[in-house]
């Protein structure tokens, strides 16, 4: 099977500049830049414009004149609206993620950069627009909605319970109790189509999905656990189908919070399907004739185009298929 190309959420195209970033001052300078653009993200949205082809940046001096964001600080204090610093593009313009605690009636056009009035912008998020924006805004969001989503979540200390606060633009939390250092954490889950000797392909729903709805299976990577192991263990875990040949076929960043999705094909060495009843509650092989006629008629709904089952199964099929849940 080919390797998957252009995945909708793996389109990054900053310079992350890992190295600069280390340093406040130089990020601190790179906030006053005039030219810098800054990401707002408001429970997992970020602001767009009306038709979905753009993101709608933020000028970071506006943020900071609107009292939110702390221009002294490295990454913005804990309590105040912090700020990340995710690189620069190829003219050396820089961008930052603000994780926006504000209301989004406060981003008029005085704050947003292209002076767009409020009703030409729309509040979305990844699943909507990480396939109709940009390559640079694509990247953009999905860096900012994961960085975000970590700090978040992770505002204490893990070892001594302790308030961390950002530092290295965003990418590291240092604990000033204990001295330790914490970093973003991006979590491996393996994604996986499987086919049969007949070139079948298995589709599974999970308990919580209406009816119709299917996709490929997929679980978390666990600790010690190879690539190759979790593939063969979620889909026997799921459906009690036995696969060899785990094949990488690419990835893509799913921040929904944190997760890495790492896609495989894999070849099945036994049919009979029994699910576990738990997150997989029916499963199916399916012909691409199967699949065709059952997508048509609306009986089967394929997962939405910016996920990297739908590209799994329709680089298996052969063509893209319509319609998405
Ligand atoms: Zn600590």
Not at 225 to 237: G, I, K, T
Request: proline share 7%.
């Amino acid at each position: 099977m080919p390797r998957l190309s252009s995945l909708a959420l793996a389109r990054a195209t900053l310079d992350r500049a890992t190295e600069r970033r280390r340093d406040p001052d130089w990020v601190a300078a790179r906030w006053a830049d005039e030219r810098a653009r800054a990401v707002p993200v408001l429970a997992g949205d970020v602001p767009v414009a009306d038709d979905l082809t753009s993101l709608v940046y933020v000028s970071p001096a506006a943020l900071d004149a609107l009292g939110g964001a702390d221009p002294a600080g490295d990454a913005g204090e804990g309590g105040t609206e912090e700020r990340y610093f995710l690189g620069l593009d190829e003219a050396d313009v820089p961008y930052f993620a603000v994780a926006f605690t504000g209301a989004s009636e406060d981003l008029g056009p005085d704050v947003l950069l292209d002076g767009r009035p409020a009703e030409k912008v729309r509040w979305a998020g990844l699943r909507e627009v990480g396939g109709t924006l940009p390559d640079r805004d694509a990247g953009v969001v999905v860096h900012a909605v994961a960085l975000v989503n970590w700090h978040a979540a992770h505002q204490h200390c893990a070892r001594c319970g302790a308030r961390t606060r950002p530092t290295d633009g965003g990418h590291v939390r240092r604990c000033p109790a204990c001295e330790t250092q914490h970093f973003p954490r991006t979590d491996p889950a393996i994604i996986v189509l499987v086919t049969d000797a007949e070139d079948r392909c298995l589709l599974g729903r999970q308990g919580s999905w209406p009816v119709g709805r299917f996709s490929t299976l997929a679980g978390f990577v666990e600790p010690g656990e190879p690539l190759e192991h979790a593939v063969a263990r979620e889909v026997h875990e799921e459906t009690g189908i036995h696969v060899v040949d785990a094949e990488y076929a690419g990835s893509q960043p799913w921040p929904f919070p944190s997760s890495l999705m790492l896609g495989f094909f894999a070849r099945a060495i036994s049919t009979r399907i029994q699910v576990d009843e738990e997150e997989i509650v029916e499963a199916r092989w399916l012909s691409r004739a199967d699949l065709k006629a059952a997508v048509e008629s609306g009986e089967l709904l394929l997962p939405g185009e910016v996920s990297i089952a739908r590209r799994l199964i329709e680089t298996w099929y052969g063509s893209p298929l319509s319609g998405s849940w």
